[in-house]
């Protein structure tokens, strides 16, 4: 076989710390030369923040933050920026905060140093995303890559285990839509068959135990894999539904992809036999859709999109809104019976076919 492929690799510290993200941080904001720390955490993550950022030379803590970083929300988070003087921005949270501190340098050029408490994994991808007006739009810029990751499990252990596992399958996402996506190449593929098999035996330990470090910190391992991979691989139709649904209903983002994925898995995987194969063997099942099927049966996960909020009278405009983004290089032609199908399965949550 010949190899032909292009693959970019963005330039980007971690570090694994696990129970030692205030010693991992410290070691950071000291080797970047920082003395102004702009702190970005969620109310619901600002204790989690704290644990981590005392004795750093913090500016200011600020905790505006909302999902898919509205404008109106980032342009207070620069104000702060730049009313504090920060040399250094470090985002404590999920994809949410992440978001909000990748805002942040898109306009200002800050470093940013991320300490991720959810398995989005945002925090490895040069993706930037706003909305205003009920339209996301996303872009890519080096700027907002963050410099360093500190993960540290001992601060996930606190995610609830539902919006653990509907993060967990969004990171599962990240995975096997880096499979067919634009970009899709060997080396991503590589990064997104290891995150499934991790996910699929760590993801059912964090329902077994929320308090299980070990299960926690393979969740982050294989969130930053899948992210990674992602950014690679680029946008495939999974990513583009979910995207148009989130911009079109405001939809919780995890949950959303956890609905979404064993439709497109269902639609795609006959047609994409080596992921077929590599997501078979990544959940030790014999096809990759009844693997899937297992799996979200053992984590109970959210299987709804009525459930989330979207409506019967949402899917004209949803289906719409996809086709006219849906990848060309999609295994299978994504037309209108097609797409119209599996979202009203996804709404209904019936099975995938
Ligand atoms: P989120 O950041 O909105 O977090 C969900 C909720 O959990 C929030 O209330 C948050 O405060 C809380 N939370 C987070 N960590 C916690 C913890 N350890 N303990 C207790 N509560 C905690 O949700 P998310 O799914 O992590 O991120 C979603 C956002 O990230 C979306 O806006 C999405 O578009 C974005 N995202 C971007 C990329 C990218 O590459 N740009 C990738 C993935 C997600």
Not at 55 to 66: T, Y
Not at 234 to 260: M, Y
Request: hydrophobic share 45%.
């Amino acid at each position: 076989m010949t190899r032909s492929f292009v693959h970019d690799t963005l330039g980007q510290r971690i570090r694994f710390a696990t129970g030692d993200a205030a010693g991992a941080l410290a070691a950071e904001v000291e080797e970047l030369g920082a003395q102004r720390v702009l702190v970005l955490a969620a109310p619901s993550e600002s204790a989690l923040a704290g644990r981590i950022t005392d004795g750093l030379p913090v500016a200011r803590v600020h905790d505006e933050v909302a999902m898919h970083v509205p404008v109106a929300v980032a342009e207070l988070a620069r104000a702060v920026a730049t009313e504090v003087d920060a040399d250094l921005v470090v985002s404590v949270g999920g994809g949410s905060t992440t978001g909000l501190a990748k805002a942040v340098a898109l306009t200002s050029g800050l470093p940013v140093v991320a300490v991720p408490t959810t398995y989005a994994g945002s925090e490895a991808t040069d993706v930037w995303g706003l909305t205003q007006d009920g339209r996301k739009t996303t872009g890519s810029d080096p700027r907002v890559l963050p410099r360093c990751v500190v993960y540290d499990a001992s601060l996930t252990t606190s995610l609830p285990v539902d919006l653990s596992v509907a993060s967990g399958l969004n990171a599962l996402a990240h995975c096997v839509d880096s499979l067919w996506a634009p970009r899709a190449d060997p080396i991503n593929a590589a990064l997104a068959t290891e995150g499934a098999r991790v996910l699929a035996r760590a993801l059912p330990a964090v329902v077994a135990d929320g308090q299980d470090l070990e299960a926690r910190e393979e969740l982050l391992y294989a969130a930053y894999l899948s992210a990674v991979a992602f950014a690679s691989a680029g946008s495939g139709l999974h990513h583009k539904i979910c995207h148009v649904l989130g911009g079109l209903r405001d939809l919780p983002h995890a949950p959303t992809h956890a609905v979404v994925l064993p439709h497109v898995l269902a639609l795609n995987a006959p047609a994409a036999p080596d992921a077929e194969a590599r997501l078979a063997e990544a959940f030790g099942s014999a096809t990759a859709l009844g693997g899937l099927a297992a799996l979200r049966e053992r984590v109970d996960a959210p299987r709804s999109l009525g459930a989330l909020g979207l409506e019967e009278e949402h899917l004209p405009a949803a289906v719409e809104a996809v086709l006219e983004v849906a990848p060309p290089s999609n295994p299978v032609p994504v037309t209108r019976p097609v797409l119209e199908q599996l979202l009203r399965r996804a709404l209904e949550g019936s099975e995938p076919s």
